[in-house]
């Protein structure tokens, strides 16, 4: 494992000194904003000539979108933090739901003040700029680009339904070193990643600066010369399978080697202390979902609904091949197990949502039911981590098979909505499930080692500042009274 960690390392490094370069490149013209008059140095006949009409936004895309954001955030306060809190030991649960709420308002803090700008303004490739600092330049008239030319939403909704995103991928780590992690290492570990792994990944995935420009080949290639890097290669993640969940759980796995096992682990009983809560819990993600893959349409339309209908599909499909698979191998279904299918299946429709057809959302959520079974049994044992809520299990499996099954089931034969073309403004004819499939492959590898090794820098860093662990007499007596001084259950 060491080797391992020492060769992520090092590629790491390298694209981290490339991101950093980068941030020092020309300055934008913002992709969100509407076009800009014209300067005092036009000629005479051009300040003459009539200005663009501005874009003014549909009142119910607007509205959809202020409601995805609040779906979003429910997917975190409470959803996640019930789904997590249920998963851990009673003496833990407090601290698990106190992680949940500070993370989330510590990044949504954090985001409004440069992630944005870092993630969604014309810098180059890897990484925006800081044109966007503090929210500079943002007002109520200000509009961001969808994917529908001549359409577009105020400004200020698409930074808030982008921050919920940050907020609940920050918030999945904890459940990979659940348990016995000092409250203030976690704290300085999440502003070093989401800095360092998430904004980057999150430029280079979804970064573009809209369609509006698009007249022919040539300005196509324009504009997408200035979209992120792998949104450049086209890459299809419609709503996070790399951004948030392969992200997320990849810096999860690595906390759980860096922070170590916990006390008694394979030895003691470590059992769900609330089932109950994990249910309501993934109850409560599977209906916030329905904001975060429908949402990512940007627009209430065809595409959303779309989404929608995956979003319910798959993770039925999930729910039942993982109720059924583990019915059939050990004799009970669980709710622990018909729960955690719930949430494979969200994760692997999750980057496939607007692209794929219902009957392909029902295969991606079937297998991802049962893939994910492997992956919090037999993988986890190879890894031989204590991955204590099985983070990278379900949400690095599926969401590694969600971003490679995209590029099958997208493919217009199989009922997916295949590439669209701007020029034509129709889908491209000629679309290949191989050349799709190596194109989502290379933006797993690269999130993966991206974030894995910017997480192993900077759970190193947490360490030496703060020191990574509690000590074990407070990890044996449970994180809510030693670190917060609190009962969860009083008698």
């Not at 798959?314 to 719930?342: D, H, I, N, R, Y």
Request: proline share 4%.
């Amino acid at each position: 494992m060491s080797n391992w960690l020492n060769k992520l390392l090092a590629s790491g490094l390298l694209a981290a000194v490339v991101c950093i370069t980068g941030i020092a490149s020309t300055s934008p013209v913002y992709a969100q904003d509407a076009k800009p008059a014209a300067t005092a140095a036009a000629p005479a006949a051009e300040a003459a000539a009539p200005a663009p009409t501005a874009i003014v936004p549909n009142k119910g895309d607007t509205a959809w979108m202020l409601v995805c954001t609040a779906l979003v955030l429910l997917m975190t306060l409470p959803g996640l933090a019930l789904f997590y809190g249920g998963l851990t030991r009673s003496k833990n649960v407090l601290s698990i739901l106190m992680q949940c709420l500070v993370v989330f308002s510590l990044i949504i803090v954090l985001w409004s003040i440069y992630g944005y700008s870092l993630a969604f303004t014309e810098g180059n490739a890897f990484i925006g700029k800081f044109d966007r600092l503090f929210l500079a330049g943002l007002n109520p008239e200000v509009v961001a680009a969808t994917f529908s030319k001549g359409v577009a939403i105020p400004e200020y909704v698409f930074m808030v339904f982008q921050g919920v995103f940050a907020t609940i991928t920050c918030c999945l780590i904890v459940g990979a070193f659940a348990e016995r992690a000092k409250f203030s290492a976690i704290l300085l570990f999440m502003i070093l990643w989401f800095t360092f792994a998430y904004l980057p990944i999150a430029h280079m995935v979804w970064f573009w600066p809209g369609p509006d420009d698009v007249k022919d080949a040539a300005s196509l290639e324009a504009m997408t010369a200035k979209a992120g890097w792998l949104f450049q290669k086209g890459v299809l993640d419609f709503a996070g399978g790399t951004v948030v969940h392969i992200n997320a759980a990849i810096a999860g796995l690595v906390g759980s080697f860096v922070v170590g096992k916990r006390l008694g682990f394979g030895k003691e009983s470590m059992k769900p202390h609330n089932m109950v809560h994990v249910m309501t819990g993934a109850a409560l993600l599977w209906f916030g979902w329905f904001g975060f893959n429908a949402g990512s349409a940007l627009e209430a339309y065809g595409t959303a609904a779309l989404a929608f209908a995956n979003t319910l599909l798959a993770t039925a499909a999930a729910v039942l091949s993982w109720t059924f698979t583990e019915w059939a191998l050990k004799g009970k279904p669980s709710v622990l197990g018909a729960a955690s299918g719930c949430v494979a299946g969200l994760v692997g429709i999750t980057p496939a949502a607007g692209f794929v057809g219902p009957m392909g959302a029902l295969a991606i959520g079937a297998i991802a039911g049962i893939v994910c079974i492997w992956g919090v049994s037999g993988l986890k044992k190879m890894f031989g981590s204590d991955d204590s809520l099985d983070v990278f299990g379900i949400h690095g499996v599926a969401g590694i098979l969600g971003a490679l099954l995209t590029a099958v089931f997208a493919a217009p034969k199989l009922g997916g909505t295949g590439v669209y073309d701007y020029v034509t403004n129709a889908v491209t004819p000629d679309y290949s499930i191989v050349d799709q499939f190596l194109i989502q492959g290379q933006s797993v590898v690269v999130t993966l080692i991206w974030s894995g090794v910017i997480a192993y820098i900077s759970f190193k860093i947490a360490d030496l500042v703060f020191g990574l662990r509690v000590p074990e007499d407070q990890e044996r007596e449970g994180l809510n009274i030693t670190s917060h001084g609190e009962s969860a259950y009083e008698s």
